[in-house]
């Protein structure tokens, strides 16, 4: 793998990324949260984009990875105009966003934001988008709406999951759900159905809002949310070509 370099946002912050180029479009990897460019998704994406000659993107977001930055000053907008800022600076060629769990959510985002023609597709992995909405009890929006930091159990890691009020609050501003998603580009959701964070029905939801006409929904009745074993990767791969050959 290339080594990591790091971008410069207008504040200061310095965000990593790794970028092998070639031919277009450039493959975008947005990860989960509080997950990394190191993950073995983005890592394998990454590789296969090398042994094709592919231009590829991994990042960290600030405050995750090796960004500068605290991850609980992050909210999806900045990450998007961070993923924007990175775009801008190194793809020259339309992109095609891969995004994983929270990941898929920014990948919207960011896709909605790019200019007409340089988004040129989308991956989603377990895509989570509203999760802000739908993933939070109402116990815990009401300490959130009132500046309480909240904590969950965290079966990937020792440390519990925190969701701090600024980013629970640009989330519930950012939701995409209740109306039709202006994107008119291919579109494959990979979803598991044994998912016990992001239930799959939300690739169907998704599916059902975007204007595009072009949008494919694989669920993988015996997969988790990670969608991280072997086979897993293999159709991640496998549908990534697939779509790179759609789109070239």
Known sequence: MTETRFHEMPDGCHIAYRHTPGAGPTIVFLPGYMSDMAGGKASAVFEWARGEGRACLLLDYSGCGESGGEFSEGT????????????????????????????????LLVALALPKGRCAAMIGIAPAPDFTDWGMDESDKAKLQAGETVFKDNPYGAEPTPTHPGFWADGQASRLLGSEIALDVPVRLLHGQRDPD??????????????????????????????SRESDVALLLRTLGDLVDRVD
């Open 198 to 227: 992001v239930p799959w029905e939300i690739s169907l939801r998704l599916a059902r809002a975007l204007r595009s006409a072009d949008v494919q929904v694989h669920l993988i009745k015996d997969g988790d949310h990670r969608l």
């Open 76 to 107: 999806l907008i900045r990450w998007k105009d961070e993923v924007l800022a990175l775009i801008d600076s190194l793809c020259r060629e339309p992109v095609l966003l891969i995004g994983s769990s929270m990941g898929g959510w920014l990948m």
